[in-house]
């Protein structure tokens, strides 16, 4: 990778674009030479991605909190407890779909000069699931190499121009930052395929699985913890967790999430059952 030094005297684009400058223009007067949007393979230990403690968090905070019970106020309010109850049902949502139909679109990376990582935006619900529940050691993904950081990964992918990007259905917003004009690229609405936005699948989704979270009872050959216990019933189950080591915390979240959103599943470390009706 080349080392680009960022001080605090570097001087950084505006915080607005021109007003008359078209989105394809940008690459031609605003970025640099080697900078580019790159779509293909990243390596995950290129990426900077949830720890598993995150992604506990998202599911005990949820529990802990009997958040099953609370009324969600919608998109807009920002008190915690909503956005709460919305972290944890977009999970479940996202596990699904993954699971279901996997990922149909692609989501995007840029480089961070500040904290020198490669973050994801936007695909900050997506990259969970694709660390904890995808088994290959990458993502397929546009990347955005920030000031023409170079990696030798870029090699294994190929630049897109963005009047190409659109013809395949994406656009993207473009952000003065670090240094430059980021692209966080996500699937267009403007498209004639037509893909849940976290919007829309929150309005037909979200009190599902906050419902279904709520009434949902599991069995399993592992004690499971206390403020779980409400939820555990070895005669009337919904669906049946084995592990096959000791238990822990973050294969127990992973199997809740599988169950609640009525899959399937085995790995060396655990098993998720349905139960038949």
């Not at 995950?44 to 958040?67: A, D, G, R």
């Not at 099953?68 to 008190?79: I, L, Q």
């Not at 309005?203 to 409400?230: C, E, M, T």
């Not at 915390?249 to 009706?277: C, H, P, W």
Request: with cysteine; glycine share 6%; hydrophobic share 35%.
């Amino acid at each position: 990778m080349s080392q680009i030094n960022i001080t605090p005297t570097i001087e950084y684009i505006g915080d607005t674009l021109p007003v008359k400058i078209s989105k394809g223009q940008i690459a031609h007067n605003l970025w640099r030479d080697t900078e580019h949007i790159y779509m293909g393979p990243v390596p995950k230990n290129k990426l900077s991605l949830p720890s598993e403690q995150q992604f506990i968090k998202v599911f005990e905070t949820f529990y802990k909190k009997k958040l099953y019970n609370n009324v969600y106020k919608g998109p807009n309010c920002t008190e915690l407890s909503n956005i709460e109850i919305k972290d944890f049902a977009k999970l479940c949502w996202l596990v699904n779909e993954y699971f279901t139909n996997g990922f149909t679109s692609l989501y995007s990376a840029h480089y961070n000069p500040r904290t020198g990582q490669n973050v994801i935006h936007p695909g900050g619900g997506r990259k969970f699931v694709d660390t904890f529940y995808n088994p290959q050691d990458h993502i397929e993904m546009f990347y955005f190499n920030t000031l023409g950081v170079q990696y030798d990964f870029l090699d294994k992918m190929r630049i897109v121009e963005y009047p190409v990007l659109e013809k395949m259905g994406y656009e993207a917003t473009f952000v003065a930052d670090h240094g430059s004009i980021i692209p966080h690229v996500f699937w267009s609405s403007n498209n004639r395929v037509k893909l849940d936005t976290t919007s829309v699948a929150m309005q037909k989704y979200l009190l599902h699985y906050q419902n279904r979270a709520g009434n949902i009872q599991v069995h399993s050959n592992r004690r499971l913890p206390d403020y779980f216990v409400k939820h555990v019933n070895r005669k009337k189950y919904d669906f049946y967790i084995t592990f096959y080591k000791e238990y822990n915390d973050f294969d127990f979240v992973k199997a809740m999430f599988l169950g609640l959103t009525e899959q399937t599943y085995s790995d060396a470390n655990i098993s998720v059952t349905q139960r038949s009706r």
